[in-house]
Every structure is written in structure tokens, then in C-alpha cells.
């Protein structure tokens, strides 16, 4: 039977305006990096992304090498797109980016207008999208010039293939000069993806202060720090996770007996304040309110049922906030 989506959809989940803009984004969005490549299960993958919509969760984030094999979680969601969302494409944001490795030579990488014009066309035609919502640039390129990179963005709105643009792990500097610079061209920037949870918060140091400044939202990238912020590797590591099935960039010597811990000493406040952990570090990114959106993986619709249970508690006392600041200071 044809996918309809719940006609409560958008019932409970709260929305937050994306900096200075138009756009309102839902306070959990999905990532399509694991998960949802040709080596993952197809069915499973449409049932998280269903699951996702119906829980009021329009954003979901793809890059042109998510997979793997790269490429292929873009042409899966074409296919779910094709097959469940297409009536659904206005109530949709999609985004996609390039910026890291993605074919062989010196443009198929990095920051140069050659490269991200030619890869968000690829992108356009794995998806079957005429347009994505957001174009990101993945990350910084030291050598292309930032006029150049910019410049590629702007044209890539008044070409209509994406409404908005981003950038991802830009320093708190680059991303200054960036919005600067698409200002001047009147393409503003929408938002920044920065990695930023509990165990990495870089962005405190001068980054969130740029964007609430400049006017640009933020989407927080492996808030769980890809899985090790829950309560899934308390008791050893179970087959089915992250760190057991895709050792690339969750390698076992990370879960070192400091940072257990650390989780376990987490869970507790966690367990305290009536939540999983998983939402407790969800919810303590969302405090901020210049974290417009948290953007969560799940390998199992069940995580992300967990997942947006932590909109039902973003409030935290100080004595929460000083035993947790306590643990991470350690
Ligand atoms: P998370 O930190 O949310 O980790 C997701 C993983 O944590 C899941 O795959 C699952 O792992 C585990 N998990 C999630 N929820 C639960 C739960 N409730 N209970 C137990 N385990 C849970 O994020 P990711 O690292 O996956 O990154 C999220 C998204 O951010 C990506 O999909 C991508 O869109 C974006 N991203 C962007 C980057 C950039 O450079 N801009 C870089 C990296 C990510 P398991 O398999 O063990 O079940």
C-alpha cells in the first residue's frame, strides 16, 4: 500500500528559525551518513525515514559520499523519495554536500566551483530532486579561495539547483569571512554543521558566537558521539553497533575505560532526570538556543523513537548543568 503519512505529524515536534531566516527546522533531523548505503538493509532504511516524517521530522541530511559505496544513500532516498515522498516534497528539507573525496583527479575534491557544481548535478540525478533545500560546502579547502567556493555557492542558488546554502567544520574565522563574503553577494548564509556534543564542544570557543552574531543557524553533526553518548556500550559492545559492524570512524580503542566512565557516570544523572542518555545529550545540545537543529543517526526506527522523546525535556537546573560540567571537566 501507498506510504500516508501521520496526519499528526506535526502535532508535537517543536520547530526553531534557522538564524535570521525563513526557514523553521525541526529540533531533531535525520542523517543518511550510516545506514543507508547499499550495504545497509533497504527496507529498514525506509522504515527509519517513514518513521522520521511521521514523527514531524522534515530534514534529512545526505552528503554526495554517504553510502557506502559513495553515492548510494543518495540513490536509496531517490528510490524511497520516488517510491513514498514525492507528495510530500514541499514539506520536505533535503540537503545535500561535497567537499571531501568523491572521484578520482583533482575535481572530483575539495572546495574548487569545478567540483561542486559537477557533484551536486551528480546528486541532483541520484536523488531524481530538480533542487535540494540546503548545498553545503563539507569542509574547508586551505588552497581554493574562499571568493572562489563562495562564489560557487551563490551560483548555485541563482541556478535553482539549491534554495540555501551551508558550510561544515569551517573554523569560527573562515565561517566569519564566508558569510561575509555571500553577504556581499546576497546569497546569506543559512547555516553551519558543525560536530558538537557533550565529548567535543569546539563550537564553545568562538564558533556559536559567530553564528548567533551573523545571524546563521546550526545543525549539531554525531550529538551521541556516534553512539558512545547512550547507554549501548555500558555493558561491552553488542554485535549489532556501530563500533562491531563499521569500524572506519568508530574504532574500539575509543571506548577507553575513562571515557566508560565517564558515560556511565552520565547515565546516572541521566536515569535521574527520568531520560535515556541518548536524550539527556540531546537535550543538553538544544539549550543553546543558537543549536537551531540536533542531527541524530539511527541504525533501528526503535533509537529514533527514543531519540525524540528528549524534546519532552530540553530544561536543565544548574545543580544538572554543574554535575554534568563536573564529569566532562574530568
Ligand atoms: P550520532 O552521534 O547520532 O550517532 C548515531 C549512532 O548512534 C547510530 O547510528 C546508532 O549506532 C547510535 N544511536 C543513535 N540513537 C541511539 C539510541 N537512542 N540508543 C542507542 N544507540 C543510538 O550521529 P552520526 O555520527 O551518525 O551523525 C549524524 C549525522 O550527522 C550523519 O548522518 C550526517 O548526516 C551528519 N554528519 C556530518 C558530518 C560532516 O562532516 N558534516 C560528519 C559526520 C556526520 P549503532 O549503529 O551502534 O546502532
Redesign the pocket.
Known amino acids: 500500500p501507498p506510504y500516508v503519512a501521520n496526519e499528526a505529524r506535526y502535532d508535537k515536534m517543536p520547530f526553531r528559525r534557522c538564524g535570521k531566516s525563513g526557514i523553521l527546522l525541526p529540533q531533531i533531523s535525520l542523517?543518511?551518513?550510516?545506514?543507508f548505503g547499499h550495504n545497509a538493509d533497504f527496507k529498514n532504511a525506509r522504515h527509519i525515514l517513514r518513521q522520521a516524517f511521521d514523527y514531524g521530522i522534515t530534514h534529512f541530511?545526505?552528503?554526495n559520499n554517504?553510502g557506502p559505496p559513495y553515492g548510494s544513500a543518495e540513490e536509496n532516498f531517490g528510490r524511497i523519495m520516488e517510491k513514498d515522498f514525492r507528495p510530500y516534497r514541499d514539506e520536505l528539507i533535503i540537503s545535500t554536500?561535497a567537499g571531501w573525496d568523491m572521484w578520482p583527479g583533482p575535481y572530483g575534491n575539495l572546495g574548487s566551483r569545478k567540483y561542486l557544481i559537477a557533484s551536486l548535478d551528480q546528486s541532483l540525478k541520484r536523488m531524481g530532486l530538480d533542487y535540494v533545500d540546503i548545498f553545503?560546502h563539507?569542509?574547508p579547502d586551505p588552497e581554493t579561495p574562499l571568493e572562489e567556493t563562495m562564489g560557487a555557492l551563490d551560483h548555485i542558488v541563482r541556478s535553482g539547483k539549491a534554495l540555501y546554502v551551508g558550510i561544515?567544520?569551517y573554523s569560527a574565522e573562515d565561517t566569519l569571512r564566508a558569510s561575509q563574503l555571500l553577504k556581499e553577494m546576497g546569497t546569506p548564509l543559512l547555516i553551519h554543521?558543525p560536530?558538537y556534543?557533550m565529548f567535543d564542544r569546539w563550537v564553545e570557543n568562538g564558533l556559536l558566537d559567530v553564528l548567533g552574531d551573523e545571524g546563521i543557524g546550526s545543525i549539531a553533526?554525531?550529538?551521541?558521539?556516534?553512539?558512545v553518548?547512550?547507554?549501548?556500550y555500558l555493558k561491552g559492545i553488542?554485535e549489532?553497533?556501530?563500533?562491531a559492524?563499521?569500524g572506519r570512524y568508530l574504532k574500539k580503542e575509543q571506548l577507553s575505560d575513562e571515557v566508560i566512565a565517564k558515560v556511565k557516570a552520565l547515565n546516572e544523572i541521566a536515569k535521574k532526570r527520568g531520560q535515556?542518555l541518548?536524550q539527556m545529550a540531546i537535550a543538553w545540545l538544544l539549550k543553546d538556543e543558537r543549536v537551531t537543529t540536533v542531527?541524530?543517526?539511527?541504525?533501528?526506527a526503535e533509537?529514533?523513537a527514543?531519540?525524540v522523546k528528549a524534546l519532552d525535556n530540553i530544561r536543565f537546573s544548574k545543580e544538572e548543568l554543574d554535575a554534568i560540567e563536573s564529569i566532562l571537566r574530568n
Open positions: 542523517g543518511l551518513w550510516h545506514n541530511d545526505l552528503a554517504y554536500k553545503y563539507h569542509r561544515s567544520q554543521q560536530r556534543s553533526f554525531s550529538p551521541l558521539e556516534q553512539g553518548l547512550t547507554d549501548k553488542p549489532d553497533s556501530r563500533v559492524k563499521d535515556s541518548a542531527l541524530v543517526g539511527v541504525s533501528k533509537q529514533l527514543d531519540n
